[in-house]
C-alpha cells in the first residue's frame, strides 16, 4: 500500500524559505521509472505542477518557479524535501507531493497525499 | 509553452452522459503523450482516474472513459451519479516544458 505524507509550516512571512518533506511508504524512490512530485493548488483556483525529481535523481523543476526551487530526496528515510526560497502571498497554496510513474506516453501521478496548506503573509 | 483548456463548468441529470473536453494550444494535444484525468471530489486531494489509453486504476468504474482525437482529448462519464460531482483535471508531459501540464479543471454539477 502506497501511502505518501506532507509536512511543514502552514504559515510563512513574505521572503522567507519554505521547506516542505514528503514522506512515503510503500515503494522504493531507487526503483527504475518511479518519481515524486509537488503539486500545489492556490485556493479555489486549478493544479499547478511545482517539481519533481526521479529515482536516478534527475530533477525537473517548473520554468516560473525554477529559481526558487530545490527538491533532493533521502531514499534510507523514503523523504522527499521542496525547498522554495523568497514566498510571497501568491505561493499561498495546498501543496501536495504524488507518487509519479513513467511510461513511454509521459508519467503520471497515481498516488497523492492529502496535501499540507501553506499561507504566505506578514 | 503548452496550455490545456477545459470548460470551467459542465452539468447533468442522474443517469445521463457528459463529456468534458480538454484543448491544447499545440497541434496535437500532447502528442505524442497521453492525456491522463483525475478527479478531485470537494475537500480531497486529486485521485487518478484514468491514464494513457483508457486505463482505469483498480476501483475505478468503467462509466469513466477517455478518448482523444487530433487537437483535443475528451472524458466521458456515463450513469451519472450523485457521487460524480467534482472538479476534473486533465493532465499531459510537455516536452518542451521538460514537465508537465495541468488544464484549469472543470467542475461537475449533478443537477
Known amino acids: 500500500q502506497i501511502t505518501l505524507k506532507e509536512s511543514g509550516p502552514t504559515l510563512v512571512k513574505p521572503t522567507q524559505t519554505l521547506t516542505l518533506t514528503c514522506t512515503f511508504s510503500g515503494f522504493s524512490l531507487s526503483t527504475s521509472g518511479v518519481g515524486v512530485g509537488w503539486i500545489r493548488q492556490p485556493p479555489g483556483k486549478a493544479l499547478e505542477w511545482v517539481a519533481l525529481i526521479y529515482y536516478n535523481d534527475d530533477k525537473r523543476y517548473s520554468p516560473s518557479l525554477k529559481s526558487r526551487l530545490i527538491i533532493t530526496k533521502d531514499t534510507s528515510k523514503n523523504q522527499v524535501v521542496l525547498t522554495m526560497t523568497n514566498m510571497d502571498p501568491v505561493d499561498t497554496a495546498t501543496y501536495y507531493c504524488a507518487h509519479s510513474t513513467w511510461t513511454p506516453g509521459g508519467d503520471y501521478f497515481d498516488y497523492w497525499g492529502q496535501g499540507t496548506p501553506v499561507t504566505v503573509s506578514s | 509553452q503548452s496550455v490545456l483548456t477545459q470548460p470551467p463548468s459542465v452539468s447533468g441529470a442522474p443517469g445521463q452522459r457528459v463529456t468534458i473536453s480538454c484543448t491544447g494550444s499545440?497541434?496535437?494535444?500532447?502528442?505524442?503523450?497521453?492525456i491522463h484525468w483525475y478527479q478531485q471530489l470537494p475537500g480531497r486531494a486529486p485521485k487518478l482516474l484514468i491514464y494513457?489509453?483508457?486505463n482505469r486504476p483498480s476501483g475505478v468504474p468503467d462509466r469513466f472513459s477517455n478518448s482523444k482525437s487530433g487537437t483535443s482529448a475528451s472524458l466521458a462519464i456515463s450513469g451519472l451519479q450523485a457521487e460524480d460531482e467534482a472538479d476534473y483535471y486533465c493532465q499531459t508531459y510537455d516536452n518542451s516544458l521538460r514537465g508537465w501540464l495541468f488544464g484549469g479543471g472543470t467542475k461537475l454539477t449533478v443537477l
Open positions: 499545440s497541434s496535437k494535444i500532447g502528442a505524442p503523450y497521453d
Open positions: 494513457g489509453n483508457n
